[in-house]
């Protein structure tokens, strides 16, 4: 079996003088985008074709083992959230399962101690995930948003900024609303006597001052309804290629996380020299 540096080197655009990273479970490539912009080559396992910035190899991580990542400087990984997400939820049903396996999440760190082992020094791994993952696997390291981490988490991480919701008049919204109607110089406005806020009615609606009329319908259908009488959201099955697609867009790590972890584990003889095209990065101590 190839190690994953003789795969990498199958790569015209790899590099021998570029550190490795390995992506498990790599989906859309958001590990991979920001430890390329890193000069990374990286490798990415995963049993669907999606669009992928690095080398993509279609292999179930389960039947990975570690020695094949030797070579590797760090290893990333985003295991599939959606057991542990959907127990997270506040329905009898989804409390009344039993509990999910870890079976994605533990190969992570059983391929980590393969690899350490087979080249003789600890190889840095940081797996991602979702906050509903906790009551199975662990409290997370740290979180990144709503991307919660574990493993070899740095102890300075990027910052996470926050947007601050602002009045039409230019003060902060704890003294306001969103809406110029009730803005924090006309403090005391009430909806109309129909109840909207915007003072206007659905396209075509001749009667302002009111609620829209919709019927209680999504998209010309009712949302409760079925066959052709419900919506197109439910039309999609939750195995559908758009839906499918839709979770991978979602799940995608930020490019801030991924540049910040590539960044901290790229080898020193890698790194640029002290104050040449060095970024300056928010961060913040674990606590």
Not at 237 to 265: C, E, H, M
Request: proline residues 7%; hydrophobic residues 35%; contains cysteine.
């Amino acid at each position: 079996m190839k190690s994953a540096q003789q795969i990498a080197a199958a790569n015209p655009h790899a590099l021998t003088i570029q550190p490795l990273a390995i992506d498990l479970y790599c989906g859309l490539g958001g590990w991979a985008e920001g430890f390329l912009a890193e000069r990374y080559r990286v490798v990415g396992f995963d049993i669907e074709r999606r669009p992928y910035p690095g080398l993509l190899v279609l292999q179930d991580v389960l039947t990975l083992h570690g020695s094949q990542f030797r070579d590797a400087a760090v290893i990333v990984a985003s295991p599939p959230c959606q057991a542990y997400s959907y127990r997270a939820m506040p329905w009898k049903r989804a409390k009344a399962l039993p509990p999910p396996s870890n079976e994605l999440f533990d190969a992570c760190f059983r391929i980590q101690r393969e690899a350490s082992e087979a080249t003789g020094h600890h190889i840095p791994m940081v797996v991602e995930n979702v906050k509903g993952a906790q009551p199975w696997v662990g409290r997370a390291a740290w979180h990144y948003g709503s991307y919660y981490l574990w493993g070899d988490v740095p102890a300075l991480m990027p910052v996470v900024m926050r947007a601050q919701k602002f009045n039409p008049d230019g003060t902060g919204h704890p003294q306001g609303s969103w809406f110029k109607v009730a803005d924090s110089k006309n403090r005391g406005a009430r909806k109309n006597s129909g109840g909207s806020w915007f003072a206007v009615g659905s396209p075509g609606q001749k009667e302002l001052g009111q609620n829209p009329v919709h019927e209680g319908a999504k998209n010309g259908n009712d949302w409760f309804g079925s066959g052709e009488n419900c919506s197109l959201q439910r039309r999609q099955s939750s195995r559908s290629d758009s839906r499918k697609a839709a979770s991978a867009l979602i799940a995608k790590i930020p490019f801030g996380l991924s540049q910040w972890i590539a960044k901290v584990y790229k080898p020193e003889s890698q790194k640029e020299e002290k104050g040449q095209g060095k970024e300056t990065v928010g961060v913040v101590p674990l606590t």
